[in-house]
C-alpha cells in the first residue's frame, strides 16, 4: 500500500480548515471595527471550498480513488467577501460618527465564527489523527517486513 496518499489527503484536509480557522479569527478580530460609513468597514470574509463531482465507478475503485492514485493536491478554494450590511450603532462621541451620531460595525456573527473556529479545530485535530494512524501503519509494515 502506497501511504504517500493517505499523507496526502490528511495534509490536504488540514491546509483547508487552517485556511478557515484563519478566516474565522480574521473576522473575530474584526468583529468590533467601526467605519464612518456602510461602504468603507470591514467586510466579512468567508472560506468556500471548491466541490468536484466524483462519480462512483465500482469497477476502477471509484473516482476518489483515481483522483488519488493520479496525485491528489490541496483542494481549491477562495476567500470572498460575504454579502451583508453594516450594523448602525449610536456613539455620539466617537469620532467617526456620522451626523445622526453613528458608526458602522461589519455584520459578524460572534457565535457563528466560534462555531466556525471550534468545528475548523476538531477537523483539522481528526487529519491529524488519521495522519499519526497512517504513520503508525507504515511503521509497522516496515517493522513486519524487517523480520521476515
Same mark, same amino acid.
Request: charged share 20%.
Given at each position: 500500500m502506497d501511504y504517500h496518499n493517505a499523507f496526502a489527503i490528511s495534509a490536504a484536509g488540514m491546509s483547508i480548515?487552517?485556511?478557515? =480557522?484563519?478566516?474565522?479569527?480574521t473576522n473575530l478580530a474584526n468583529?468590533?471595527?467601526? /467605519?464612518?460609513?456602510?461602504?468603507?468597514? =470591514?467586510?466579512?470574509?468567508? &472560506?468556500?471550498?471548491?466541490? @468536484? /463531482?466524483?462519480?462512483?465507478?465500482?469497477? *476502477?475503485?471509484g473516482a476518489f480513488l483515481n483522483l488519488v492514485r493520479q496525485g491528489l493536491t490541496v483542494p481549491g478554494y477562495q476567500i470572498e467577501s460575504r454579502p451583508g450590511d453594516a450594523r448602525r450603532v449610536l456613539d455620539r462621541g466617537h469620532p467617526w460618527a456620522d451626523t445622526q451620531g453613528h458608526v458602522y460595525q461589519p455584520d459578524? +456573527?460572534?457565535?457563528?465564527?466560534?462555531?466556525?473556529?471550534?468545528?475548523?479545530?476538531?477537523? =483539522?485535530?481528526?487529519?491529524?489523527?488519521? &495522519? *499519526?494512524? @497512517?504513520?503508525?501503519? !507504515? &511503521?509497522? !509494515? &516496515? +517493522?513486519?517486513? @524487517?523480520? *521476515?
Open positions: 480548515e487552517r485556511a478557515r =480557522y484563519e478566516v474565522a479569527a468583529a468590533g471595527t467601526v /467605519s464612518g460609513n456602510e461602504q468603507t468597514g =470591514y467586510q466579512a470574509r468567508r &472560506l468556500v471550498a471548491a466541490a @468536484s /463531482s466524483l462519480g462512483t465507478d465500482s469497477s *476502477s475503485g459578524i +456573527d460572534i457565535a457563528a465564527e466560534m462555531m466556525t473556529l471550534a468545528t475548523a479545530v476538531r477537523i =483539522y485535530e481528526a487529519n491529524v489523527a488519521a &495522519l *499519526s494512524a @497512517s504513520r503508525t501503519m !507504515a &511503521l509497522r !509494515a &516496515l +517493522d513486519i517486513g @524487517s523480520t *521476515s
